[in-house]
Every structure is written in structure tokens, then in C-alpha cells.
Nanobody, 113 residues
Framework: QVQLVESGGGLVQAGGSLKLSCVAS????????VSWYRQTPTKEREWVAS???????LYQTPVEGRFTISRDGAKNTVYLQMDDLEPEDTGTYFC???????WGQGTRVTVSS
């Protein structure tokens, strides 16, 4: 049984930082491409960033240079370091393994202006 548990969200002022974590059980992150998605009140759930099995990273253009996705294989955890946050980054953030149907409960990020 696969479980994904996101954490690390919170309320932060614009320009601030947060680091999100996604811990997995029942699946090995380092053997899979793992992505972060976010859902906002005005948009469908959208892809934010990915990390491949060999560590290649990809980012949605608006977050490139501000967000960093990384992985700790020993902890089976994927992180999303978010710097220079903007109000538009507000939303609920989820992680997901490519090709798998599982979603966690998400972690809420609120950026105040």
C-alpha cells in the first residue's frame, strides 16, 4: 500500500521561504520520477517541479530559480525548497510518483502580500 505524506506548509510573507517534505511508504522514490503539484482556488491542479531517477530536475517556468526539488534516498523523502515566495504561490501542494495514481493529503501554503 502506497502512502504519500506531505508536510511543511504554512503562512509566510512574500519574499519568505518554506521547505516542503513528502515522505513515502510502499514505494521507493529513488526508483521513480517524483513531482510536486499545487492546486489553487482559481486553477486546476498544476505541475510545479519534478526530479527523475537520476536526479535530473525540471521546473515550471514561474518557479524556476526560486524553487528547488531534491531527494533524500535514505529517508525516502522528496523536498521542495521554496524561496522568494509570491502570493501567487499560495495553494495546496501535493507530491506524486509518475505513473502511479496515489496522492497525499497535501500541505497548505499561504503567502501574504
Amino acid at each position: 500500500q502506497v502512502q504519500l505524506v506531505e508536510s511543511g506548509g504554512g503562512l509566510v510573507q512574500a519574499g519568505g521561504s518554506l521547505k516542503l517534505s513528502c515522505v513515502a511508504s510502499g514505494i521507493i522514490f529513488s526508483l521513480n520520477r517524483v513531482s510536486w503539484y499545487r492546486q489553487t482556488p482559481t486553477k486546476e491542479r498544476e505541475w510545479v517541479a519534478s526530479i527523475s531517477q537520476d536526479g535530473e530536475t525540471l521546473y515550471q517556468t514561474p518557479v524556476e530559480g526560486r524553487f528547488t526539488i531534491s531527494r533524500d534516498g535514505a529517508k525516502n523523502t522528496v523536498y521542495l525548497q521554496m524561496d522568494d515566495l509570491e502570493p501567487e504561490d499560495t495553494g495546496t501542494y501535493f507530491c506524486r510518483v509518475y505513473g502511479e495514481p496515489y496522492w497525499g493529503q497535501g500541505t497548505r501554503v499561504t503567502v501574504s502580500s
